[in-house]
């Protein structure tokens, strides 16, 4: 499988993902001619060498002539579906502009459909998202995978006025991906390059085992000093030993903090937890342990994507009485997650599903959900909990895992 890995440290945009496709080998010739099936003529494209902060590069540039300002979704959807590129193409570009849509609708209270797209409206959005999926069509890449992003920080001038970075519609767009500050001034995710990978990348943070067969250099049209603004990307073949793991679960990777206490009231434990989860913590778990000068202590464990570690020390040190945090980063394997609802006599219970190789190895009736039945109905709360995994258990029969050297 060809994977093709975003390495984000300073950030994404359009016009680095072209050019780092064409830094990887994507032909400028190739390029052009795909995008002259748009039937946009008020424009021209390039790409030069650049250097930033001693990293060589490709720079893309699209130039463009009097535009109109404002553009709505069903006029960019027509010339992306009334052009003759290839279906996968047309399928991969629009299901973009839908995101982005759907995203500044959310922001600005209104339809997708009534959406004025200011930034990411104009010639030179399409071409970059268009172009971009032209590229991943060329260099036949099969999955993309990205690293967490990097936003930048301060504000950014747009349309609307002056607005926090990551600006409203790119916080929008990023809901649910790892995302993290370096502090450098400035917006370094723009709508077009989020909406991009988070539309079509397969995974976001520790790229599984792979084998690096190419590496392209974008450039961003800033320059930070000691930062070099250039997107990478990796060209990547699953490794073997990936190709076989594959098969047992997905992986990813989590930044593992610990401390550990023991001079510390134990009632500040709950509070804690409940701001380290409501922070972006995976899981948060206290255990107990014998300490020097044989007091009874607590170790702390936190778990969290690789991009809010700094903010779970900060919270830790600050709310606790811990002087040092160890940590780490580590892989993990994760079972695909989802969760089901359950209609039956006592209403409507979640159940959350976790599955391998396609077949139910775990799922447990939410336990909140089963409470408030077993309390509105006056009914023992094992009675709910049983008639909802026997409910569950009818529906997926045939899916229910048997030893797991079945499913390989």
């Known amino acids: 499988m060809s ?15 072209l050019g780092s496709l064409l830094d990887l080998g994507l032909s400028l ?29 490709t720079k893309f540039d699209v130039a463009i002539g009097e535009e109109k300002s404002h553009r709505h979704l069903s006029h960019i959807l027509g010339i992306i579906e009334g052009s003759s590129l290839a279906s996968c193409v047309k399928e991969r570009a629009v299901a973009i502009f839908r995101r982005l849509a759907e995203a500044e609708a959310k922001v600005h209270g209104t339809t997708p459909e009534k959406v004025h797209f200011h930034e990411v409206g104009a010639i030179d ?16 890449i099969e999955s993309i995978h990205c690293s ?12 609307h006025g002056i607005l926090p970075v990551p600006a409203p519609g790119t916080a929008e767009l990023l809901k649910g991906i790892p995302i993290y500050s370096n502090h450098v001034p400035g917006e370094l995710v723009t709508p077009t390059g989020a909406a991009i990978v988070s539309t079509l990348a397969d995974g976001f943070g520790a790229l599984p085992g792979v084998t690096i067969c190419g590496i392209g250099y974008g450039a961003g049209s800033k320059d930070f000093k000691g930062s070099a603004n250039v997107l990478r990307v990796l060209r990547c073949e699953a490794a073997e030993a990936a190709k076989r793991e594959s098969s047992l679960a997905a992986t990813d990777r989590v930044v593992v903090l610990e401390a550990s206490i023991d001079d510390m009231n134990p009632q500040i434990y709950s509070h804690l937890m409940d701001k380290l989860l409501s922070a972006g913590a995976l899981d948060v778990f206290a255990s107990p342990v014998q300490m020097k000068k044989n007091r009874p202590g607590t170790v702390l464990t936190v778990l969290a994507p690789p991009g809010l570690g700094d903010a779970m020390a900060l919270l ?32 409507d219970i ?8 396609g077949r139910v190895v ?8 089963c409470r408030q039945a077993a309390l509105a109905r006056g009914l023992p709360y094992k009675w709910v909990q049983s008639r909802v995994v026997q409910l569950f ?13 079945s499913i390989h």
């Open 3 to 17: 994977i093709l890995r975003f390495d984000c440290f300073s950030g994404i945009s359009g016009d680095m993902i």
């Open 29 to 57: 010739d190739d390029l052009r001619a795909s995008l002259e099936k748009l039937n946009v003529r008020n424009y021209s494209i390039g790409a030069r060498k650049v250097v930033k902060a001693g990293v060589a590069a």
């Open 125 to 140: 959005a399409i071409v970059d998202i268009v172009g971009a999926c032209i590229g991943f069509e060329l260099l036949g």
């Open 148 to 159: 967490p992003l990097n936003v930048g920080s301060g504000t950014v001038e747009s349309a």
């Open 316 to 347: 830790i040190f600050e709310e606790t009485t811990t002087i040092g945090i160890r940590y780490r980063e580590s892989e993990r394997w994760v079972l695909d997650r989802q969760v089901e609802i359950i209609a039956c006599e006592f209403g």
């Open 350 to 357: 979640k159940v959350k599903v976790s599955r391998l190789g």
């Open 362 to 369: 775990n799922f447990a009736p939410e336990y909140e959900d």
């Open 393 to 405: 258990m009818n529906r997926h029969s045939q899916e229910i895992a048997g030893p797991l050297s």
